[in-house]
């Protein structure tokens, strides 16, 4: 070691955030440690949730691909090459669900597709989602504006982010709907019942004033 880097070496002991004496230092990093353990911990097991899910969905399309390619539809497509990659993500995104992970694509479904249930000939409940294929087409119009906006400024956009916070769950986005939903519900009903006493004063008040005039 050169007389230069000695002189880079700093000994400690070093600040413990304000801590008073030994003990409570001690504790300060030790609780640092385990919050950091805990962190790393979690890391490693999202990872391996994560691998574990593009290993099954791997499976799957790769299972996929060669049943379409028997029955002669061409994969080799460019079109059919951005199906199947959207697919591929549909899949993982509907695991990640399963194992409480967000997915940006959980968002879209939540708020594309719509729980239903009917009862067949036999009278048997049957359960199903129901396609909004509506709010798509305004969603792809969006998209069409947006992309014209955007060209020729796609360098200007380059911008990476890297949380430095766990990701919240985008799972919810639906539950926040049907909840805003249920309130201007029950705001509305609220009105209503106000516009219906004011009513019925007011029919109450001009029965008084009727019967005020026929005395006079």
Avoid: C
């Avoid at 049957?126 to 014209?148: N, P, Q, W």
């Avoid at 360098?155 to 766990?166: G, K, S, V």
């Avoid at 769950?169 to 009105?191: Q, S």
């Amino acid at each position: 070691m050169t007389d230069k880097e000695k002189d880079n070496v700093i000994i400690g002991p070093w600040s413990a955030h304000g801590k008073v004496n030994d003990k409570e230092a001690a504790d300060w990093v030790k609780r640092k440690y385990q919050k950091a353990l805990e962190k790393n911990n979690s890391q490693l097991k999202m990872q391996e949730k994560m691998l574990k899910i593009d290993t099954i969905t791997e499976g799957i399309m790769v299972q996929m691909i060669h049943t379409l390619s028997e029955q002669g539809y061409d994969i080799g497509s460019d079109d059919f090459l951005l199906d199947v990659g959207f697919l591929s993500e549909v899949i993982k995104s509907a695991l990640y669900r399963q194992e409480e992970l967000p997915h940006v694509i959980q968002g879209l479904i939540d708020n594309l597709m719509h729980p239903d249930k009917v009862r067949n000939e036999d009278g048997i409940e049957m359960h199903y989602s129901k396609f909004d294929s509506g709010l798509l087409g305004e969603l792809v119009d969006m998209a069409d504006d947006v992309r014209e906006d955007l060209d020729g400024k796609e360098d200007e956009l380059d911008i990476e982010f890297e949380p430095d916070t766990d990701l919240e769950p985008v799972t919810n986005w639906r539950k926040l709907k049907l909840e805003r939903e249920a309130e201007l519900k029950k705001k509305k009903e609220k009105e209503k019942n106000k516009t219906l006493h004011q009513a019925r004063s007011d029919k109450m008040f001009n029965k008084d004033d009727d019967k005020d005039k026929d005395e006079d």
